[in-house]
């Protein structure tokens, strides 16, 4: 027991062990080989996500601006050594990346995972297609070729557009010409890998072709020089020797590392359940709040950045054929040759070829936006959920959006629970099926009997309308059932005082009249118990009901009590009073 205990708890950290040993070469390999390659070189010349680079960007300028390294200047012309303010950017960076590490490890330890769970579906779509729209944005200076400063924060889509627009004029026509030949080639071949998947061995790599063609004839034709194309350019090689980061720095980081650790987090699990939808697997949260934090923190003492999942990566992975984690082990092994050997090699790519890439992988996302006149015919809560999620992560930005989509779901929770969907339920003839007989016409209803459903949880907050929804719907009022069977004990009372005078009257006809009230008596019972509605059942459905708490539980009992015991109040007194034996 403990063995298998132990086992499972390691496949749960490392999953990569339950699915290895059964790989399927001949079926996944090769793709993973292109994603891999695909992967790596959209990773060559950006950062990881846009949105948590800005974040960290601007947490590096507050703790580091150019004011801390001043050399010999005025305010006028000021002269700042860029060399030393770089340096402590990066010392800043890499302590921030240890400090998300360890916040997102310490959740993971701590099952804070659950917090994935408040990402519905309608939340998770909307917010990956806002954060498409983010993405979108950011590459459209280098399809142009303009260059525009960065913005970040509420409002910087808008922001950033109204930038590209008032430097549109600037545009490189080169530049813009390379990345819509790429974009209408890739394009095409994602159509035709689309409609040929079946026949086709393996996919068409359209994007490691671009790659190849657009650095070739950049570098032949000097582009750079000769036509102003912005390319790559420099990248660095070797690694940077191991270093502790520098601790004396977390207080003032930490409100900002938590917060980058929630929104990488959420990026991350988004686009994973995104995927776990399309390919039917599931995610486990808690894990990859671990795995995250694991790599933060480690790669930290190496002069890393905080890492998440990037959403053009992660579409170009999916897109050209990836299957499994092999794709990302040879696309951290194609930047690592890079970064140590053979940068030189894509130095003159056109960043507007990458620009291309990552816009035709995004045509996928925006896709998602036909999820509105889905939900408008289906779930008009969910469809709010969706639009709360993408409006204000569009304009508000991603954390603060997420912040904000999350708590509209959890409104909705609360509004569900204060205007669920009541019902009757009738049967379909000659089935043991039940349904609403407003939306059913098939279903028909029990004769006497009344079924009712209410779609919600009974707690403190709902039960009163859950006891008036029934009223209404099943058209009982206890209190008024109450009140007219004491006003039927009123009039028998009455009638049994007249039936006394007038037996008394005649002692002849005795036996007569007794057989008379005797017949009289019964068809009077009769009549004062007869119901004073036609129901004589009802049944609770409680079918969808998760949870009644103790305030829900007594209004129940209540409202049964009211139900129940008129009638056996009502026959105690006629009992009394001599109407009935």
């Known amino acids: 027991m403990i063995l298998v205990k132990a086992k499972s708890v390691v496949f749960g950290f490392l999953p990569i062990l339950t699915w290895l040993p059964s790989y399927p070469l001949k079926q996944y390999l090769f793709g ?40 010999n200047g005025t305010n006028a012309s000021q002269v700042v050594d860029f060399e030393a303010r770089d340096a402590r950017r990066v010392e800043v960076v890499v302590a921030l990346t240890t400090l998300v590490g360890i916040i997102q490890l310490v959740l993971g330890l701590l ?12 939340l998770v779509r909307g917010f990956t297609t806002a954060a498409a729209v983010h993405v979108s944005v950011s590459q459209i200076k280098y399809l142009l070729g303009v260059h525009t400063a960065r913005f970040n924060g509420p409002l910087s889509v808008v922001y950033s557009l109204d930038a590209v627009f008032r430097n549109i004029a600037s545009t490189n026509v080169v530049t813009l010409i ?29 994007e490691i072709i671009v790659v190849i063609v657009s650095t070739g004839i950049s570098y032949g034709m000097v582009m750079s020089e000769n036509y102003g194309v912005e390319v790559v350019g420099k990248i660095p090689t070797g690694l940077l020797p191991p270093k502790i980061p520098d601790f004396s720095v977390f207080p003032n980081l930490f409100p900002d590392a938590f917060a980058i650790s929630v929104v990488g987090f959420s990026i991350a699990i988004s686009l994973a359940k995104t995927f776990a939808l ?34 053009s990566r992660s579409l170009v992975q999916e897109s050209t054929g ?12 194609l930047v690592l040759l890079v970064v140590v050997a053979i940068g030189f090699v894509f130095q003159p790519l056109p960043t507007t070829v990458l620009a291309a890439i990552i ?24 469809l709010a959920i969706w639009l709360v999620s993408f409006f204000a992560s569009v304009l508000l930005g991603l954390d603060y959006g997420l912040v904000v989509a999350m708590g509209f779901a959890i409104l909705t929770v609360i509004y569900r629970t204060q205007c669920p969907k009541n019902a009757l339920l009738g049967q379909i003839p000659d089935t043991g099926l039940y349904f609403d007989v407003d939306e059913y016409e098939e279903a028909e209803e029990c004769s006497g009997i009344k079924i009712f459903q209410s779609n919600t949880s009974i707690y403190f907050a709902n039960s009163d309308l859950y006891v008036s929804a029934l009223k209404a719907k099943t058209g009982i009022d206890p209190a008024k059932l109450l009140a007219g069977r004491k006003s039927q004990i009123k009039y028998a009372k009455r009638d049994n005082g007249e039936r006394k005078a007038v037996n008394h009257c005649s002692s002849v006809k005795k036996n007569a009249v007794m057989n008379e009230n005797h017949t009289e008596s019964d068809s009077e019972d009769d009549f004062f118990l007869q119901r004073l509605t036609p129901i004589h059942t009802i049944i609770l459905d409680f079918t969808p009901v998760n949870f009644i708490d103790s305030v829900g539980a007594k209004c129940i009992k209540s409202v049964s009590q009211q139900l129940l015991f008129p009638k056996k109040t009502l026959e105690d007194r006629l009992v009394r009073s001599g109407l009935i034996h």
């Open 32 to 71: 993973d080989i292109v994603s891999g390659i695909s992967t790596g070189v959209m990773q060559l010349p950006q950062g990881t996500f846009a949105v948590i680079s800005l974040m960290i960007g601007g947490v590096a300028v507050r703790e580091a601006p150019d004011s801390m390294f001043a050399v």
């Open 278 to 311: 399309k390919h039917g697997y599931s995610v486990d949260g808690n894990q990859e709040l671990i795995a995250l934090g694991l790599c933060n923190f480690m790669s930290s003492f190496f002069h890393t950045f905080v890492v998440t999942a990037s959403m």
């Open 359 to 382: 816009m035709v992988n995004l045509l996928g996302m925006f896709k998602q936006l036909k999820d509105i006149p889905a939900l408008w015919r289906t779930s008009k809560i969910e």
């Open 178 to 206: 390379i990345g819509l030949v790429c974009t209408v080639f890739l394009y095409i071949i994602k159509d035709l890998n689309e409609r040929f998947k079946k026949k086709l061995p393996i996919p068409i790599p359209g």
């Open 322 to 333: 990836g299957h499994t984690e092999i794709a990302g082990l040879l696309a951290s092994i």
């Open 111 to 122: 099952r804070f995972g659950f917090l994935a769970i408040y990402l519905t579906e309608p």
